[in-house]
């Protein structure tokens, strides 16, 4: 099975801001056909859902109430890209950050999604 591999994690400063990236672990495999989404799990929370993007066709994202304004979710097709730009970083954003796939549309339900990262992870300090 197709593998997401995730990059971009490590540290950063309360306000600062990281950039993650997604990309599938084989290029015959087009995040521009699928429903892209970035869920998230903090130290004793359960995975949540984070943002997500529907087809290159669609152009529609949906955010969690937690990070809308301050995270964007984006594609860059000619790359085969998925990317999570995480701006004013707080300290509760601190968690392993999973990139996941699913064909046509995009979901809130973790169990939904069909291909996954290893998760990458971001840890967010005063």
């Known amino acids: 099975q197709v593998q997401l591999i995730e990059s971009g994690g490590g540290s950063a400063q309360a306000g600062g801001s990281l950039r993650l990236s997604c990309v599938p672990s084989?290029?015959?495999?087009?995040?521009?056909?699928?429903?892209m989404a970035w869920f998230r799990q903090g130290p004793g929370r359960e995975r949540e859902f984070i943002a997500a993007?529907?087809?290159?066709?669609?152009?529609?994202?949906n955010y969690a109430n937690s990070v809308k304004g301050r995270f964007f979710i984006s594609r860059d097709s000619a790359k085969n890209t998925v990317f999570l730009q995480m701006n004013s970083l707080k300290l509760d954003d601190t968690a392993v950050y999973y990139c996941?796939?699913?064909?046509?549309?995009?979901?809130?339900?973790?169990?939904?999604?069909?291909?996954w990262g290893q998760g990458t992870q971001v840890t967010v300090s005063s």
């Open positions: 996941a796939a699913r064909r046509w549309t995009y979901s809130h339900a973790s169990k939904d999604y069909s291909y």
């Open positions: 084989e290029r015959t495999f087009s995040v521009s056909n699928m429903a």
């Open positions: 993007l529907s087809t290159s066709g669609g152009g529609t994202s």
